[in-house]
């Protein structure tokens, strides 16, 4: 046990140095794409929790998103400086503050989406399939258009000038991979689980799952707030280190991206929502010379992919040292051969 | 009162045109139980083709100058209705050929060979050639590459490949063709917002009480209604109609009975096609709305809540839902709520989907093991 907190102490501590190395050396529009591409797989993995590995059909996440976002900023913005007055230790600036105030944040961020993934779960998730899909999609766009019409967190302009909660920025990276790492070592752990267990039962079949004395309503519900959860995670994440938010960046187009993540990644397989989330959002910014046409090189390789390989690139399975070892000795087959 | 009645009058325009949209996703809804997501921007296609057609095409002649043009100016103004109607029905056509019909029956060589077209256009864009006969070549010597490329990549892939068709993949295959067309149309159209000119005569009458009624609006209506009788007379007494009922019923049996079910497919986007493109004509010509390649994506969403709303797989509901949608958004943009205009359709999904799935008019339907 000992060793292990030890072990994990040294990661965050070179993961840390990495960031703050990282962000150093490079330069500043890519550090701002890893980060980008960081919190994407955070998404591609919250989503995948629900549509993959729970099987239910939702396209309106980007809703999650923006209310951990709004919920993470107005924490910095609106409310802490009310607060600062008599807990002196939110004030930012330094380290300590920083962290605590990020931690806080987290922490409103993520029980505010967990508390919108209920409300909108709860009576969607008695649905599925197709309706279920355009339900979500029509939760997602309320949820903006009720933003949008919040004085206090600046309506159609949104909230900017937010603290960026890391002195210098050197930290983003390591929190956004802190983030990640936990949110996808909890999604694969708790696959493991009875609850997880069942989460995939439901996605198998419904019916027989019930018939097996599975609550499905409950399991489902528990997986979507468990989803929207990391969502939010990520929208406190994006809203610190990208400074300004407003309800335009959480559209539709936002939605069905993440979705796309997860479905041309394998639905249920979490590293390649990982990957997906990655290879989505530093793909266009590398193919940015070919301007409006990357668009639809992109589409048509959508397309084509759904066509060709309907169960998405992984699958179900997983990228791990198995799959890397097999390709090897399959390889080396091969060349005997 | 008459603020009522006012909003009662926009709220039945936006609602036929909303209707019109609406049938295409009941339609392919009813025989694919496939949401055509790309079906609002079949509706942008037919709104550029209009604003291509009034402003290039066809000799369209001031009417500020030329005051005894209006005869003709209309005459021209339903070719262009036609015109929009008979490319918007080519584009459904093909967009089930190679996009949906892949899904049903795996990828072929032509296929592949449709797709490197497709592909090839951005990349001979990219490379500069933008005009004349060169952009042409370059275009086909491309695009025959890329298809004879992939096809060994989609034959290797298609025996490998478990045909187990989610709902989620067909989905994501519609969504990838909604792209398709918005950043081709960005391509081609550009992304700047475009205008149709004024091409028929509109006058606007005060009737008694002060209501304002105008001959758009009133063109309009008369269009939507009279399209709808059409489809209404095919879907219900033509051949081809009874063909697309069967399959709605049961796409298996239908097959067995001898229904050549592609084919029949393709009619239903054809007819889909054609109604949307009719829509975005009108739209376009009549409301001189912006037109922008990503202008279909809102009312599109908002003609599929009508569909559900009517309950999807009935022609009757999709026209109800789309004239209901139409009357809530006009009453909400005249209200204090203004600024809720684009939310409400999703309020009234919400609430519907919760109390009654399967819209007003639609069938139960009980699941089985």
């Known amino acids: 046990m000992a060793i292990r907190l030890v072990l994990g102490a040294l990661a965050l501590a070179a993961l840390a140095g990495c960031s703050i190395a990282l962000s150093e050396n490079l330069e500043t529009y890519y550090f701002l794409v890893l980060i980008q591409c960081g919190i994407a797989a955070i998404l591609a993995v919250s989503l995948n929790l629900i549509n993959g590995i729970t099987g239910q059909f939702s396209i309106g996440h980007a809703g999650f998103y923006a209310v951990g976002a709004y919920v993470g900023a107005s924490w910095t913005v609106l409310w802490r400086p009310v607060l600062v007055r008599y807990a002196s230790f939110l004030e930012v600036g330094t380290p300590a503050g920083d962290t605590v105030n990020l931690l806080i944040a987290l922490a409103l961020g993520c029980a505010a989406a967990a508390v919108t993934g209920f409300v909108v779960g709860t009576p969607s998730l008695r649905l599925r399939g197709d309706y279920l899909a355009i339900l979500t999609l029509g939760f997602g766009e309320v949820i903006r258009v009720i933003l949008l019409n919040i004085d206090a967190v600046g309506g159609a302009r949104g909230l900017t000038g937010i603290p960026t909660l890391v002195a210098g920025g050197g930290l983003a990276a390591f929190w956004v991979f802190v983030v990640l790492i936990a949110v996808a070592g909890l999604t694969r752990n708790l696959m493991t689980t009875t609850r997880g267990l069942t989460w995939l039962a439901v996605r198998e079949d419904e019916v027989a799952a019930d018939a097996m004395g599975v609550s499905t309503t409950h399991v489902k519900v528990t997986a979507f707030v468990i989803g929207s959860t990391f969502a939010g995670a990520a ?27 997860v479905v041309l990644a394998g639905t249920g397989s979490v590293t390649g929502a990982i990957i997906a989330g990655f290879a989505l959002t530093a793909l266009p910014e590398a193919f940015r010379f070919l301007k409006d046409y990357r668009m639809l090189i992109f589409s048509v390789t959508l397309i084509l992919t759904m066509l060709t390989r309907p169960q998405g690139i992984l699958g179900h399975g997983e990228l791990g040292w198995g799959s890397f070892s097999r390709l090897l000795r399959r390889l080396g087959r091969h060349t005997a051969a | 009162m008459q603020a009522f009645v006012q909003q009662f009058i926009f709220g039945i325009q936006l609602g036929s045109l909303y209707a019109l949209i609406a049938l295409g996703y009941t339609l392919v809804y009813g025989v694919l139980r496939l949401i055509n997501f790309a079906h609002g921007d079949v509706f942008m296609v037919g709104a550029v083709i209009c604003y291509y057609a009034c402003t290039r095409w066809l000799p369209f002649r001031n009417l500020d100058a030329h005051p005894e043009a209006a005869a003709t100016n209309i005459a021209l103004a339903l070719l262009v209705l036609l015109i929009a109607m008979a490319v918007c029905a080519l584009l459904g056509v093909l967009i089930e050929r190679f996009a949906y019909r892949p899904l049903r029956n795996g990828l072929r060589v032509a296929d592949a060979h449709f797709w490197g077209l497709v592909a090839a256009l951005p990349l001979t864009l990219s490379l500069g050639i933008r005009s004349g006969a060169p952009s042409v070549a370059a275009w086909l010597v491309i695009g025959i590459g890329l298809g004879y490329a992939l096809r060994p990549v989609a034959s290797w892939l298609a025996r490998r490949t478990v045909r187990a068709t989610s709902r989620l993949n067909a989905l994501i295959t519609a969504i990838g063709v909604s792209f398709v067309l918005e950043y081709g149309g960005l391509i081609i159209f550009g992304a700047d917002p475009n205008f149709v000119p004024n091409v028929v005569p509109e006058a606007v009458y005060t009737l008694p009480g002060g209501i304002r009624v105008g001959t758009a609006q009133c063109a309009i209506l008369a269009i939507s209604l009279l399209l709808m009788g059409i489809l209404r007379w095919i879907v219900l007494y033509t051949r081809r109609g009874r063909a697309m009922r069967a399959i709605a019923h049961d796409i298996e049996a239908a097959k067995l009975m001898g229904v050549d079910t592609d084919s029949v497919i393709s009619f239903t986007f054809a007819l889909g096609g054609a109604l949307a493109g009719a829509g975005g004509a009108l739209v376009a010509a009549l409301t001189h709305v912006k037109i922008t390649p990503l202008f279909g994506l809102l009312p599109g969403i908002k003609a599929f809540v009508a569909a559900v709303l009517g309950g999807p797989g009935s022609v009757a509901g999709a026209a109800l839902g789309g004239i209901l949608m139409g009357l809530a958004e006009a009453f909400v943009a005249g209200s204090r709520f ?20 399967t819209g007003l008019l639609g069938q139960p339907v009980t699941e089985k093991v």
Do not use: E, Q
């Open chain 1, 235 to 261: 929208g406190v994440l994006y809203a610190h280190f990208f400074t300004g938010i407003s309800p335009d960046i959480f559209g539709m187009d936002v939605s069905i991206m993440i979705t796309t993540m």
């Open chain 2, 338 to 357: 203004s600024a809720f205009r684009d939310a409400i359709a999703f309020c009234i999904l919400i609430v519907l989907l919760l109390v009654r799935p």
